[in-house]
């Protein structure tokens, strides 16, 4: 028999909210100094560095907190399952990030929030009303109007950024549907060591012996991409899946800062007009949920 967690999620939509906020307003600085490293250094070894500093960080505290019972993810399918796409998600984005300013890679990407409200019926069993795929089909347009679909050339990057929106959907379901089952911690180590085994079975074959700057920018991204994980897992602890998809549009405005201060890339602004309309989407939709909560 698996173990049992004494872990519980709980319906508290703005907990929920706030969280995968902070997680995704820290994500674009993780991958800038990614886009950064990936000048000198191969992909491979950038994630085999980071993985291991996130497992070094996040696996003493899952057996420090669940002990044996952490052992338990080890016999479950579905965290190999998730483990395996955030993996794909994160190879096809970072090499998208290489030749791609990080605002347009991220807009690209965001098919997956439509693609989880679309989902979530049918994988979780989460209803959604009429109101809530309004404010996601809303964000989607926003999405669009950055990307302008038609009037640009289809690149592999272009199709990589796509496709990493598909495996992040993917890997987002699964983990509301572990959401309470598992704690965040466990998952999240689960994880960082899955990703390590498959980085170190290659970034031997592809190293390059990074400087002490490297060094310091590698350990950086492995602290934050440990917060980040952290942080989004607990998220979906507190909220569906189809409510928290419209704001993981506001990594758009994230990105555009990142974008235009550290490479100093100007949106256009098409970008601009999106992201309002991304904000706006996202506004709506926590005042509804706020009236709800207060009725419910």
Known sequence: MPAKFNHKSSARPLVGIALIVTSVALLPLMDSMVKILMRDLELMQIIMVRSAVQSSLIVPVALHLHGTAALSVLRSPVHYIRALLLLASMLCFFTAIRSMPIVDTVAIGFNYPLMIAAAAPLVLGEKVGWRRWSAILVGFIGALVMIRPGFREISPAIVLALFSGVFFA???????????????????????????????????????????????????????????????????????????????????????????????????????????IVIASGIYISVRENRAAAAG
């Open 170 to 276: 993917a890997h987002l379901l699964l983990t509301r549907k572990l959401a309470g089952g598992t704690p965040a911690t466990v998952t999240l180590a689960f994880t960082s060591v899955f990703v390590l085994a498959v980085a170190s079975a290659f970034a031997p074959f592809v190293w390059r012996e990074p400087d002490g700057t490297a060094w310091l920018m590698l350990v950086a991204v492995g602290l934050l991409v440990t917060i980040c994980g952290y942080v989004m897992i607990r998220a979906y602890d507190f909220a569906q899946a189809s409510l928290l998809a419209p704001f993981g549009y506001t990594e758009l405005i994230f990105a555009a800062m990142a974008s235009y201060f550290i490479f100093s890339h100007t949106p256009e602004p098409a970008v601009l007009i999106g992201a309002l």
